[in-house]
């Protein structure tokens, strides 16, 4: 691709038949003018840039024969014709080759000079922007809105775009921000698969100025590993000069699939507890909203509630002895009335509840992922996918929400 300011002289003359005078009727005419006037424009501005380039000593370009990059001449200006999808329509242009002197081979130099891979028909540019459409909204959705526009782009192109950008998407942890993070996993509707049959698998990294961003995401089995998310990861994690924390809702596949690899410290969500336990009160049978079923869900409210900027270890300690025997006699608690589904999810939630704090990190683990999750549903819920279908789209739209993906 040429790097060099030319100007371009574009005279050009169409004759079109307007109906009336209003704005809708001038834009309709419009409309059928864009693909002309835009064939004309990008067939004036490559054969100017072409012609710039054959006039230099050495060429952006070289003979894929021999590999001369010196010696060329014209063969045509106005060659085979060959369709690009431009931001807004499909147009057809006239390709530009040229001729080795030395060995007599013959090129077409348009996608050259257009920055394009040989036979390629759509620029990377406009899929990235395809992709962003389809990933904010329905593929049907995006259709209408671009036709509205005067984008003659079918829903089937904008579906391809996102599976082709967002199969190119990897994520990994970042060495400059923070050493803590969040892993949880949500629900996405499979094709074939009853209710939301497979888990969405997401791990982010906390950043230092405020927010989050995302090192992970695959879907898998409910009780899959979740080796394929941290593995690009372990190097950065090693890299950090103190344990990496990381804060989960107490899934097990995540610690052991790190376990035995590096040092990280696990701080079980605070938000989640109490959430969590609700189901196993259900499985205790306990009548929602009873008297004590408020008590536990109250009780292990206060218990996780963390005061942020705590900085003085007495208090500190203190405030954790405190909220251990609070969470004691309210196990106990929970012996004695026989709900023994949500007592043995405390006693394994005990263990990492106040991680964090206890070495002294930020305190306050309330769960970012959950937000996250928000925005993956309010696509993902919209019809069921295939697997690679669902994490490509989810991939492109976590992108430009958190990781600063621009189209």
Not at 46 to 58: C, D, G, H, I, Y
Not at 61 to 71: I, L, Q, R
Not at 216 to 230: E, P, T
Not at 279 to 308: G, N, Q, T
Request: aromatic fraction near 10%; hydrophobic fraction near 35%; proline fraction near 1%.
């Amino acid at each position: 691709m040429i790097k060099k300011d030319i100007t371009i002289d574009l005279n050009c003359q169409f004759s079109l038949q307007i109906q009336s005078s209003s704005f809708s009727s001038i834009f309709k005419a419009f409309l059928q003018l864009l693909p002309q006037l835009l064939e004309e424009f990008f067939q004036k501005t490559l054969v100017s840039f072409a012609e710039n380039e054959m006039k230099s000593t050495r060429k952006s370009f070289a003979c894929k024969c021999c590999g001369n990059d010196t010696e060329f001449k014209w063969k045509t200006r106005h060659g085979k014709a060959t369709c690009i999808l431009t931001l807004f329509c499909w147009i057809t242009l006239r390709q530009l080759q040229v001729e080795c002197k030395r060995c007599g081979s013959k090129q077409y130099i348009t996608r050259t000079l257009l920055d394009m891979e040989s036979k390629k028909r759509v620029p990377d540019e406009t899929r990235r922007k395809l992709a962003l459409i389809g990933a904010l909204t329905s593929f049907r959705v995006s259709e209408k809105i671009g036709s509205m526009f005067g984008w003659a782009i079918n829903k089937m192109t904008i579906w391809k775009s996102v599976q082709l950008i967002g199969s190119k998407m990897e994520f990994m942890l970042d060495s400059n921000e923070q050493p803590r993070g969040e892993a949880d996993g949500t629900g996405i509707g499979i094709k074939g698969i009853a209710k939301r049959g497979k888990e969405l698998k997401v791990f982010v990294q906390h950043k230092k100025g405020g927010g989050i961003r995302v090192a992970g995401a695959d879907i898998g089995n409910y009780n899959g590993s979740w080796k394929n998310i941290f593995q690009k990861s372990i190097e950065v994690i090693k890299s950090f000069n103190c344990p990496f924390l990381l804060m989960t809702d107490g899934d097990t596949s995540i610690f052991n699939s790190l376990k035995g690899k590096v040092e990280v410290l696990i701080q079980r969500c605070l938000w989640h507890i109490p959430y969590q336990a609700k189901y196993f009160l259900w499985k205790d049978s306990v009548k929602r909203k009873s008297k004590e079923w408020l008590h536990v869900v109250a009780e292990l409210m206060e218990i996780c509630a963390i005061r942020p900027l705590v900085d003085c270890q007495e208090t500190i300690d203190a405030m954790l002895e405190s909220k251990r025997n609070r969470l004691e006699k309210l196990m106990d608690y929970c012996r004695k009335q026989g709900y023994t589904h949500t007592k043995a999810y405390l006693e394994n939630a005990r263990e990492d509840m106040f991680t964090a704090i206890e070495n002294r990190l930020e305190g306050k683990t309330t769960s970012k992922v959950e937000r996250l999750f928000r925005t993956v549903n309010m696509r993902s819920k919209v019809s069921k996918w295939s697997k690679q279908g669902a994490l490509n789209v989810t991939k492109v739209r976590l992108a430009y929400y958190y990781n600063g993906f621009d189209a």
